[in-house]
């Protein structure tokens, strides 16, 4: 064994053993000097990160901020790089906020994502009109390559990795609707509907050669058919030679998902590397939801039971997801927010979905999920 290898298990296993002596787990703030990193906890394994916000980072001394250098690898803007923020009209781009994030991602030696290019949500009308109706499919694609091609090219080499489309296998497994695909259709005439797909990700791919390119959705990790849907339209892509590098799984799971379906799912899409032998997965928008996807009337007791399921929803997913990296699967695994305080799922009820609680302490989960990496 390396070195560096045990002198960072003894670090890690040192601060663990810490923070675990006594009767009950005494929890540390995630900035503390002290206290055990999820990024090197996993530092042979993947990349650790987490979704963020500029403001999380203007003030280097914020605890936010200390936070985020001290326990992720990785970084993505949770909102603030989507169509909607950096091109709200046609001749007007906003680069200052990206700019600053992937300054700051270069200055701690972080690896920043692209998160999205192209989307159903959170993209201006206005890719979608010409005058009061409808765009023709030949300038709602010309509009969608000119922004990739802006985007991608003004950080070619910077970032890394990109969600080139995000969300576009619906809930039905079938293509999803949207303006995109109701627009530009089957543009080629080859019989199918990817046709605004597979544009992105050509674009994309002349803009930047070397970046990764990611296509992104939620549920292929826990859904067997629509992970069998993206299969079989990531399939037919690749066969056309459209670029596509990696599956993007967003994992918003619940508290006490499967593993075993977890590994199925992401077996079905592994049988992509027959055809396309690199593929590679990136976890991009973990948590779990302590509700479900319909909440109850009541906020969650947060009682032993409780908590004890919910750590072991982690224990078993980061299981599942080392085993993957140990295959050579995957190499990237980001958290959908900083802290409980901010995740999106806050909707209506308060809900404690990270491995990060409000106060910016590990929680318990986390101290379980580093003890696997040893």
Known sequence: MKMNKLLRIFAVAAALCIALSGCGVKT???????????????????????????????????????????????????????????HPEEDRYYFDKFDMFVDFCEEHDITPRGHT?????????????????????????????????????RYKGRVKSWDVVNEVIGDDGQLRFSE???????????????????????????????????????????SEDKAIRMYTAVKQMLSEDVPIDGIGFQMHIGKGQDPDQLRKCFEILGRLREIKPDLIFEVTELDVNCYGWNQPAEDVKLTKDFIKEFNKTYTDTFTVLKELSDEGYLDSVIMWGLHDGVSWLNNGHKNYPMLIDS????????????????
């Open 180 to 222: 995109w695909s109701r627009l530009v259709g089957d543009y080629d005439g080859d019989g199918d509907k990817y046709d605004f797909i597979e544009e992105a990700f050509r674009a994309a791919r002349e803009a930047d050669p070397d970046a990764r390119l990611m296509i992104n959705d939620y549920s292929i990790e826990a």
């Open 359 to 374: 106060d910016l302490k590990l929680k318990e989960a986390a101290y379980e999920v580093m003890e696997l990496a040893g």
């Open 28 to 86: 540390q703030y995630a900035y503390g000097e002290d206290a055990p990193s999820l990024k090197d906890a996993f530092s042979d394994d993947f990349r650790v990160g987490a979704a963020i916000n500029t403001w999380d980072i203007e003030d280097p001394n914020s605890n936010n901020c200390k936070t985020i250098v001290k326990q992720f690898n990785t970084l993505v803007l949770e909102n603030e790089s989507k169509p909607e923020s950096i």
């Open 117 to 153: 290019l192209v989307w159903h949500s959170q993209v201006p009308n206005w890719f979608f009109k010409d005058g009061n109706g409808d765009a023709s499919a030949e300038l709602v694609l010309q509009r969608m390559r000119d922004h990739i091609t802006t985007v991608v090219t």
